[in-house]
């Protein structure tokens, strides 16, 4: 944990001077006439963010903030496997969303999530996939009127089936 | 006297059956469209907006009214059982709503929220019926230094909100802040923090993107994390019984957040530029200084989910008032609001008193019987939003990353920023394992496009003399106590230091 403090502070400066260069892009002073410049607002905050991570750091080193003080590692290997089981399942569901529509990427996200993680049967995995993306569509399609992505053309046979139920 | 009568007339017009079944079917819609993660009351208010026009216009409004009041109630039920702030005005409720139901108490957490949000709203339209023009007058007189000063105190209360690593919550509230400025410059529009040149940023990060990131991904991934996905559920079967005493504790528990919120919620919501969502911070940041226990805010206190919802409530009332008196809306909600009276041929603003009487009073009558309603309905549902929290974790975590993921797409309608809310919840899980304080950061979001403007027009009124804020009659008091009060914790840390100082020598 006292690695990832001092590592996390580190990031943290440089995406703050990051963001002070690109604040600088548009003026930073006071212009006579039009008050602030369009960059001052973000560029004087980087500026803080900045200072704050250069006091984050101090505290590291006198070992005052509970991080600092700890040796136990910032994720242990479960921990990592775990994460990257779950995390890895939300990007999957995410790049499947232009692939297979919303619907499709909710079904297979559900069925990975509730069979394979949750360790639930086969059954109740199925309808819980299945019936969620149903449930969402007449929701969010027919009664919000909220348009969700349908994916590759391949899926139109059903998206024309299920917008003939609703329009 | 006068008042009571023609508010009695309203009252009549809005228990006559259509207004009557209006308001159940608007306030029962809300509920639901406020619980959604992704959805508030300006989405319902806007889809059936065009439904309005097969009934009178009185009818229309009142329908339109009543969907704004259940949203509010609803908001805080998915920061309650999911964790996620369905609405910007429902994030200071995740902070206690969310451990609450944690512990198993989430029956309490909704019944303080259903009593509170009531009371909240009962207060704000007694305070309308009798003052909205006087209240009007007094909105009117808030311009950008009086908003920026308000908008200071609020992040004052923010440093009171994070841990006590004072640097860690500056740097929240500031990154924030930075994160909303990014998009275009308000006052130029010149594009500004176009982050790695990718033009999607020219769209700006909106807040909810970044409270999913947090509160739906981050809080999920975190929660399986600590407990290897574990979890146990400890939350009780809802009997009559058990809600008959959650409401008692509701009340004792949580009286003083109440009266704070209703207040301070009216008085915030009346501010054209302000609204629910820096009148529920404010009242939790308040609700928090003032209470004997403030270490108990964060960890599940009663008076932590009273404090915000009360205010929400109130505001959402609050923020009617610049509508109907001066034509100017609180919030998006009453812009939509506003441009439905406007389709139906009635003016907002002064003469509307006088000229539409019988309008404006039927739906200030109709307030007093949707926050009624709401309150009824709110407490009917609750079992079954408990019994939504009685699934099996292992089925409820994979439901909320659906929701999230859903519900972010549904607000925004652009793949980026489900990728955005993908890496704020990663990003989240890292700052909080190292105890980064992050409701600031969301906050300030939410109150930066209010913040910045204000304080370039200030400055730019007093050609950039910063004294602006310290020497008018309302933003001076202002500004001053919002200085003490982001002093404050630095000063207690120091007293805290010095014993240990002394023990160390």
């Known amino acids: 944990m006292r690695y990832g403090e001092i590592l996390t502070a580190g990031v943290l400066a440089l995406f703050s001077i990051y963001l002070m260069v690109k604040s600088a892009e548009l003026p930073i002073g006071f212009i006579r006439g039009q008050g602030p410049g369009g960059g001052a607002w973000p560029f004087w905050l980087s500026g803080i963010m900045l200072i704050c991570c250069a006091m984050i750091a101090l505290n590291w080193w006198r070992r005052t903030s509970p991080p600092s003080q700890s040796d136990e590692p910032f994720l242990d290997g479960h921990g990592w496997r775990t994460i990257g089981l779950v995390g890895g399942g939300l990007i999957g569901f995410i790049v499947l969303i232009e692939i297979i529509s919303m619907y499709g990427a909710i079904a297979v996200f559900l069925f990975y999530y509730l069979w394979f993680l949750g360790r639930h049967s086969l059954r109740l995995s199925l309808i819980l996939s299945l019936s969620t993306p149903l449930l969402f569509f007449f929701f969010f399609e027919g009664m919000m009127r909220i348009t969700m992505p349908t994916g590759m053309s391949f899926t139109d046979p059903v998206f024309d089936f299920l917008y003939d139920i609703i329009y | ?505």
């Open chain 2, 1 to 505: 006297m006068e008042i009571l009568g023609l508010l009695g007339d309203g009252m009549l017009i809005a228990l006559q059956p259509l207004n009557l079944l209006l308001i159940f079917a608007g306030v029962t819609v809300g509920l639901f469209i406020g619980a959604m993660p992704g959805l508030g009351s300006v989405n319902g208010v806007a889809i059936l907006l065009p439904i309005t026009f097969l009934v009178p216009p009185s009818g229309a409004i009142i329908f339109l009214a009543a969907i704004y009041y259940g949203a509010m109630y609803g908001g805080a039920i998915s920061s309650v059982t999911l964790g996620i702030p369905g609405a910007s005005t429902a994030v200071a409720t995740t902070f206690d709503g969310r451990p609450l139901a944690m512990k198993g108490r989430a029956s309490l957490a909704l019944v303080t929220a259903a009593i509170a949000s009531f009371i909240g709203g009962s207060v704000a339209n007694i305070i309308f019926t009798g003052f909205a023009p006087v209240l009007a007058s007094v909105a009117l007189s808030f311009g950008p230094p009086e908003i920026f000063a308000l908008m200071l105190l609020a992040f004052a209360t923010f440093v009171g909100l994070g841990s006590d690593d004072i640097p860690k919550t500056i740097f929240s509230i500031c990154l924030g802040l930075v994160l909303g400025a990014i998009g275009f410059d308000q006052i130029s529009g010149a594009p500004r923090l176009v982050l790695f040149d990718i033009n999607a940023f020219l769209q700006g990060i909106g807040f909810l993107v970044l409270a999913i990131g947090v509160y739906g991904i981050g809080e999920m991934l975190w929660t399986i994390e600590q407990t290897r996905g574990e979890v146990e559920n400890n939350t009780p079967k809802m009997t009559a019984r058990g809600m008959a005493s959650d409401a008692g504790e509701a009340i004792r528990e949580g009286w003083k957040g109440t009266a704070i919120g209703s207040f301070l919620g009216f008085f915030v919501g009346i501010l054209p530029a302000a609204g629910a969502t820096p009148a529920s911070l404010m009242a939790y940041g308040v609700a928090k200084m003032t209470s004997r226990k403030p270490e108990q805010f964060g960890r599940g206190s009663v008076d932590g989910i009273a404090a915000p919802e009360a205010a929400n409530n109130s505001a959402s009332t609050g923020s009617m008032l610049p509508m109907l008196t001066l034509g100017i809306p609180g919030s998006p909600t009453t812009a939509i609001l506003l441009g439905g009276m406007v389709i139906w041929g009635l003016v907002p603003g002064p003469r509307l008193f006088v000229d539409e009487s019988e309008f404006v009073w039927g739906l200030i009558g109709s307030f007093y019987i949707s926050n009624m309603a709401a309150l009824f309905i709110n407490l009917a549902f609750i079992p079954v939003f408990i019994w939504m929290l009685r699934m099996p974790f292992t089925i409820l975590a994979p439901m909320i990353f659906v929701l999230s993921i859903v519900g972010g797409y549904a607000a925004t309608r652009d793949m980026f920023d489900i990728w955005l809310i993908l890496i704020f919840g990663f990003g989240a899980l890292v700052l909080r394992r190292l105890d980064y304080p992050l409701a600031p950061a969301v906050l300030a979001i939410v109150l930066g496009p209010i913040a910045e403007p204000t304080l370039r027009q200030s400055l730019l009124l007093s050609s950039g003399d910063p004294m602006i804020f310290f020497t008018r009659p309302v933003a001076g008091p202002i500004t001053i106590i919002a200085i003490i009060l982001i002093l404050l914790p630095a000063l207690k840390l120091l007293r805290r230091k010095k014993p240990a100082a002394v023990i160390g020598e």
